[in-house]
């Protein structure tokens, strides 16, 4: 991933997932743990089946997403007895917008992977089903991030203040 210099850029500070932030910078937790997610429709899933381990995806439509176009596809994240390990699925479908991938998804287009909290409102509903859960573990959530303490301007001192968890 490209990486944005947010002093270069004149930036106070910004946020991120914790582990893509710069070990010279202070990073305050604004988030609860996230996880993400394999999900699918119901109709997908009666037409395909459900998979029951992540290599078995390898054999099923995926939503696949891609930052740019001259990115390799993100790989989806998995952990088994304690051990990381990632699918790099083949993607009928790549796409960079959130909003392509839950649509395709309770279309019945194939099955889709990214933040949980993206899709629990169309999982409240029964347009999406959760997969493969007992394979999809937490990891540390969102921080805001900045250069050291020391000056610290009195509006970024408030937003610290307001977004801390």
């Known amino acids: ?61 995926c939503i696949g997403w891609r930052r740019e176009p001259d990115v390799a596809p993100y790989r989806w994240e998995f952990a088994e007895e304690g051990r990381e390990f990632d699918v790099a699925v083949n993607a009928q479908l790549n796409t960079n917008d959130t909003g392509i991938m839950v649509y395709t998804a309770c279309a019945g287009a194939g099955i889709a992977f990214g933040m949980e909290e993206t899709y629990r409102p169309y999982i409240a509903r029964g347009e999406l089903v959760p997969l493969l859960e007992d394979f999809l573990p937490t990891f540390a959530g969102f921080y805001l991030y900045f250069p050291g303490r020391k000056n610290l301007a009195l509006k970024l001192r408030a937003l610290i203040d307001h977004m801390k968890i």
């Not at 070990?23 to 937790?29: F, L, N, R, S, T």
């Not at 999900?39 to 998979?51: D, E, I, K, Q, W």
């Open 1 to 61: 991933m490209e990486e944005f210099d947010i002093v270069a850029q004149g930036y106070d500070a910004g946020v991120r997932l914790s582990e893509i932030i710069a070990q010279d910078m202070i990073a305050v937790p604004v988030s609860a743990r996230q996880r993400q997610i394999a999900v699918a429709s119901p109709v997908y899933l009666a037409r395909h089946g459900t998979p029951q381990h992540p290599l078995e995806l390898l054999q099923h439509v």
